[in-house]
């Protein structure tokens, strides 16, 4: 895989990506375990076909500046699969990803740097992590204005153990949107936040979008979607079932699909 500039206006492109996870490295199995098989299985031991899960199949794609891009697809169809890897988490078996500029991608609410830290001390630690471009003066004022619009007060000295979901939410979430980025992932991002702070969110999140260079946001809110993409790919069966600019149509498929209309054998992928 590689990760190169493409043209000026490119930020993202993906080309033929597989990703499949060995299901035998995920059993856990002791030592004393692969030891017995191998005692008792020996050829099939070591020449046995292993176990296989497909979890993104021949997936490409391009972004461009101002893309503001809905993945939609039922669990288990790869989405957050994908993110990891353009974000570099996960490298996949096969494939291409060039990357032009930061990417700063947010896979959970309920993050943090060290549970026994207090909140204020994890918000400097998280900044210092996705935003390690900003001069110290810079990334202070950021996060002292990040951890203002969270309302956690007299909290922000507590320890991040102590927090609720709706406080991890809080913290989390005003602290990744204190600056843009080229590639922004949002990934559910306001799981677990109340709903008071969500409506107060949607305005400092609508900003952060807009003023980053492409924006890949994964939600099952329908309305959000609507509000905020200007393009959709569905992913079903982790593959691309569907990649345009018509978001309804997407929806009405995504809808369709999870009540299981792909079945009738009425869907194309365009």
């Not at 199949?57 to 101002?66: A, F, H, Q, T, V």
């Not at 996705?130 to 309302?151: C, G, N, T, W, Y």
């Not at 260079?213 to 939600?219: D, E, K, L, R, T």
């Amino acid at each position: 895989m590689t990760s190169t500039t493409t043209s000026s206006d490119h930020i993202l492109e993906i080309r033929n990506l597989h990703l499949s996870f060995d299901l035998d490295l995920q059993k856990g199995h002791t030592i004393r375990d692969a030891f017995v098989n191998l005692i008792n299985h020996p050829v099939q031991s070591i020449l046995g076909k292993r176990e296989v899960h497909p979890v993104l199949k021949d997936i490409s794609l391009n972004l461009k500046k101002g893309d503001k891009l809905a993945l939609i697809g039922e669990n288990g169809s790869g989405k957050t699969s994908l993110c990891r890897c353009i974000a570099g988490m996960i490298v996949p078996q096969q494939g291409t990803i060039n990357r032009v500029g930061s990417i700063q991608a947010v896979f959970s609410t309920a993050s943090a740097i060290h549970f026994s830290l207090t909140g204020r001390e994890n918000a400097y630690l998280l900044g210092e992590l996705i935003f390690p471009h900003l001069s110290k003066k810079e990334l202070s004022s950021r996060i002292e204005e990040a951890l203002d619009f969270s309302e956690l007060g007299k909290f922000l000295e507590a320890p991040f153990y102590t927090y609720s979901r709706g406080m991890q939410a809080r913290l989390f979430l005003s602290v990744v949107t204190a600056y843009p980025t080229e590639l922004l992932i949002l990934d559910e991002v306001y799981d677990g936040a109340d709903e008071f702070f969500q409506v107060k969110m949607q305005s400092r999140m609508h900003d952060v979008i807009k003023n980053s260079g492409a924006v890949i946001f994964i939600s099952h809110n329908a309305e959000l979607v609507s509000e905020v993409c200007n393009r959709a790919i569905v992913l079903h069966e982790n593959e691309v079932l569907f990649d345009g600019e018509n978001i309804p149509k997407a929806l009405a498929l995504y809808k369709a699909l999870h009540y299981g209309g792909q079945k009738t054998g009425q869907f194309s992928k365009t």
